[in-house]
Antibody
Framework: QVQLQESGPGLVKPSETLSLTCTVSGDSISSYYWSWIRQPPGKGLEWIGYVYNNGYTKYNPSLKDRVTISVDTSKNQFSLRLTSVTAEDTAVYYC???????????????WGQGTMVTVSS | QSALTQPPSASGAPGQSVTISCSGT?????????VSWYQQHPGKAPKLIIFDVSKRPSGVPDRFSGSKSGNTASLTVSGLQAEDEGDYYCGSYAGSNTVVFGGGTKVTVL
């Protein structure tokens, strides 16, 4: 079955860049809109953005000036970069896949286990 | 793009029903039939339990049901069981290939 696995540093210094990768196994990265979603400690979910296999991206307007999501089809991976991080970017970061090919309606049925990223000096 | 509004908590005794609301605007909940609901247990990733307002993925019990009226969506859990305790989040398509989530509701089984 399809599995997603996030990887990357668990600690990032303020003003630096957060970088995470999601590895997709059990399915091709083609045809879906792959997403990053985050959850600050004790708070709700926040959608960060999508990437498609052709490189098309769409971002949360509140983050779009700092975020880049990219895809590497040869490695079946997609990645997140968030620049100029502050303590408010401390969160569990999830990668997720919607339930339908080519769909951006937001029903995510496959999630990674999540990775905690703390922003602190 | 503002977060959808959910009550912070809800509770019910075993066997009873609990309903959680999710309020948005005509630009998200009210504008599309693309509301989804997620169940999250501590330390776990969210699990999709409702999509397209009222549809259940395979394997989700029919005790979970969803509906929508205007700019507000609702999730009802009937016949509450101990394992239903957890956090519940709504999400909605918000146009232009964007998604917005709610702040979450903690459900307690008394």
């Amino acid at each position: 079955q399809v599995q997603l696995q996030e990887s990357g540093p668990g600690l990032v210094k303020p003003s630096e860049t957060l970088s995470l990768t999601c590895t997709v196994s059990g399915d091709s990265i083609s045809s879906y809109y792959w997403s990053w979603i985050r959850q600050p400690p004790g708070k709700g979910l926040e959608w960060i953005g999508y990437v498609y296999n052709n490189g098309y991206t769409k971002y949360n307007p509140s983050l779009k000036d700092r975020v880049t999501i990219s895809v590497d089809t040869s490695k079946n991976q997609f990645s997140l970069r968030l620049t100029s991080v502050t303590a408010e970017d401390t969160a569990v970061y999830y990668c997720a896949r919607p339930r339908i090919v080519g769909n951006t309606s937001g029903a995510f049925d496959i999630w990674g286990q999540g990775t905690m990223v703390t922003v602190s000096s | 793009q503002s977060a959808l509004t959910q009550p912070p908590s809800a509770s019910g005794a075993p066997g009873q029903s609990v309903t959680i609301s999710c309020s948005g605007t005509s630009s998200d909940v009210g504008g599309y039939n693309y509301v989804s609901w997620y169940q999250q247990h501590p330390g776990k990733a969210p699990k999709l339990i409702i999509f397209d307002v009222s549809k259940r993925p395979s394997g989700v019990p029919d005790r979970f049901s969803g509906s929508k009226s205007g700019n507000t969506a609702s999730l009802t859990v009937s016949g509450l069981q101990a394992e239903d305790e957890g956090d519940y989040y709504c999400g909605s398509y918000a146009g232009s290939n964007t998604v917005v989530f709610g702040g979450g509701t903690k459900v307690t089984v008394l």
